[in-house]
């Protein structure tokens, strides 16, 4: 079924404003020790502490680099046992982060489950900041870092709470669906929360025939063609995804027309329309690891591929490289001085943390 509606912040006169929230409030600090900082040369104890992780990425990370790499991997891996933290990392980090110093890696769907099964007293969360929030969101009374406060999204920063208020206003008594990809106060003013695995079925979990759902519009589009609910969306997109078209797809057939491409649903629909197959980014990876093609295109972030690739070394991956820059700001020695410094905290008010729980949890209750 068609979109029903599309609407974004000119439309009610009130553009939203990037979120920058404040990255030095840390009142974690006083409760932690301050710790010496590691060396950071590559000696053989370097060497032989880290090479089980080089074998994990040996296929996509060259030898001349990881001497640079593993004594931050080494320093992490140790500060993470005296800090007694885990460490949440995301598809779209890189691989010396994904495999290497990540506890748990998956979507935002899997991250945000196990942030709710963490008996750590610290978690850091490698991904962007919306990522952290639900983080902390789902857990209140722990220490939630994240490397760098400044590692946001686009589509966090296109609506805010405000908005939501006045779509409210706009359609009384029709339920809301924020992407998990908003932030805390967008969640604490909506339903339910979905991401890219679950959107169909929160969607059609709500019981009504007309569902709004922000803030990403190519989700939205996505979700509207698996349903026959009504779908009210927001003009919010992923500049990552967003550049990705269904010309560059036909090049990649037209070159070898056996590859195999699977996207994205925050591609755009002639993307979508391109591809073999659509999921979340766990989905993605599991398609590849159930059909083992020879060759595959991830029309996603290109991090990934080089996360499944150093997994199945033996498909060929035509990567595409649209890098996030959100993402990118994650790095080896920021998670070191995230940990080291207990850097930067999220904290967010209270009020608005209990009001965005709810449809968090909602989402992550939601039963198959």
Request: proline fraction near 8%.
């Amino acid at each position: 079924m068609p979109l029903t509606g599309l609407f974004g912040p000119e439309d009610f006169g009130t553009p939203a404003l990037p979120k920058n929230p404040a990255a030095d409030r840390c009142p974690s600090r006083e409760r932690f020790t301050s710790l010496p900082s590691p060396s950071l040369e590559w000696t053989p104890e370097v060497e032989r502490a880290t090479a089980h992780l080089y074998e994990r990425v040996k296929e996509v990370i060259p030898p001349v680099e990881w001497p640079f790499m593993a004594p931050y991997i080494k320093a992490i891996n140790d500060l993470k046992r005296e800090r007694n933290a885990v460490i949440l990392a995301h598809n779209y980090q890189t691989p010396e982060i994904f495999h290497c110093v990540g506890d748990v890696g998956g979507d935002s769907l899997k991250l945000a489950i196990e942030a709710t099964k963490v008996k750590a007293d610290v978690i850091v969360q490698c991904g962007v900041h919306f990522m952290a929030e639900t983080s902390k969101i789902l857990n209140p009374a722990k220490t939630v870092l994240i490397p760098d406060s400044r590692a946001g999204c686009s589509l966090a920063s296109s609506i805010t709470g405000e908005d939501v208020r006045l779509l409210r206003e706009r359609f009384p008594g029709v339920p809301v669906v924020a992407y998990v990809n908003t932030s805390a106060d967008v969640k604490a003013e909506v339903d339910i929360c979905c991401t890219s695995s679950n959107a169909v079925q929160v969607v059609e979990s709500l019981g009504s025939d007309t569902v709004i759902m922000v803030p990403d519009q190519y989700l939205a589009k996505y979700v509207a063609t698996k349903t026959k609910v009504k779908i009210i969306a927001w003009k919010g997109a992923c500049e990552v995804h967003e550049r990705f078209t269904g010309d560059e797809l036909r090049s990649y057939r037209a070159a070898d027309p056996d590859v195999q491409i699977i996207a994205h649903p925050e591609c755009p629909p002639d993307v979508i329309k391109e591809a073999d197959f659509t999921g979340s980014t766990a989905h993605m990876i599991d398609w590849v690891r159930n059909n083992k093609p020879k060759r595959v295109v991830m029309v996603t972030e290109c991090s990934m591929a080089d996360n499944v690739q150093a997994e199945l070394p033996e498909i060929n991956f035509v990567k595409p490289c649209n890098l996030c820059p959100h993402m990118k700001r994650i790095t080896l020695p920021k998670i070191l001085d995230s940990l080291l410094y207990m850097r930067e905290e999220i904290v967010i008010d209270p009020m608005i943390a209990d009001k965005a729980r709810r449809s968090v949890e909602r989402m992550v209750n939601l039963k198959n």
